[in-house]
T-cell receptor
Framework: SQTIHQWPATLVQPVGSPLSLECTVEGTSNPNLYWYRQAAGRGLQLLFYSVGIGQISSEVPQNLSASRPQDRQFILSSKKLLLSDSGFYLC??????????????FGAGSRLTVL | RKEVEQDPGPFNVPEGATVAFNCTYSNSASQSFFWYRQDCRKEPKLLMSVYSSGNEDGRFTAQLNRASQYISLLIRDSKLSDSATYLCVVNPPTGGFKTIFGAGTRLFVKA
């Protein structure tokens, strides 16, 4: 069966510090991968998605970046965090094919507080 | 107008009650629709897909009204464990990459 792992689960970072969140998917190949952010009381905002290794599409201009060094690995990074980067970050994947092509399965999330 | 709109609630209902949520979407060409459930401080999880013909899964019924551009979720015989935030999810005509989430409707079921 497919599983998705995301870490770290929580982190508190000072303004201006770097960030690295990692996500891996197991039990499938060539998944579509996503990074979302959920601010308190808000809907999920799509940040990045990837259809393959090295292929990244950015949805929102920001100081964040994403990379996909391996088929089932997706990394969210920042060189310098802003206060507004605080939020709940969720990695997700879809198969992209078949009846459940667009059904998103999420990791457990990473709660980031920037102070 | 937001692309996907939901009443944020909260809906406070007693156990055993029937409760319904609606969600409206702005793009008439939207392709697919879902309801997700999100528990406090947890990740969203798929509750059910919403088909044009409507679908039912136990106590949960989802319906799509394309003419009026809304989807609905009906929960019968509410349980305490149904307390959660319910997210309306819409895929635009561009495909599944840019799935749009509503901000969610909070439900509290009380004993």
């Amino acid at each position: 069966s497919q599983t998705i792992h995301q870490w770290p689960a929580t982190l508190v970072q000072p303004v201006g510090s770097p960030l690295s969140l990692e996500c891996t998917v197991e039990g499938t190949s060539n998944p579509n991968l996503y990074w979302y952010r959920q601010a308190a009381g808000r809907g999920l905002q799509l940040l990045f998605y990837s259809v393959g290794i090295g292929q990244i599409s950015s949805e929102v201009p920001q100081n964040l970046s994403a990379s996909r060094p391996q088929d089932r690995q997706f990394i969210l990074s920042s060189k310098k965090l802003l206060l507004s980067d605080s939020g709940f970050y969720l990695c997700a994947w879809t198969t992209g094919v078949g009846r459940r092509a667009n059904v998103l399965t999420f990791g457990a999330g990473s709660r980031l507080t920037v102070l | 107008r937001k692309e996907v709109e939901q009443d944020p609630g909260p809906f406070n209902v007693p156990e055993g009650a029937t409760v319904a949520f609606n969600c409206t979407y702005s793009n008439s060409a939207s392709q697919s629709f879902f309801w997700y459930r999100q528990d406090c401080r947890k990740e969203p999880k798929l509750l059910m897909s919403v088909y044009s013909s409507g679908n039912e899964d136990g106590r949960f019924t989802a319906q799509l009204n394309r003419a009026s551009q809304y989807i609905s979720l009906l929960i019968r015989d509410s349980k305490l464990s149904d307390s959660a935030t319910y997210l309306c999810v819409v895929n635009p005509p561009t495909g599944g990459f840019k799935t749009i989430f509503g901000a969610g409707t909070r439900l509290f079921v009380k004993a």
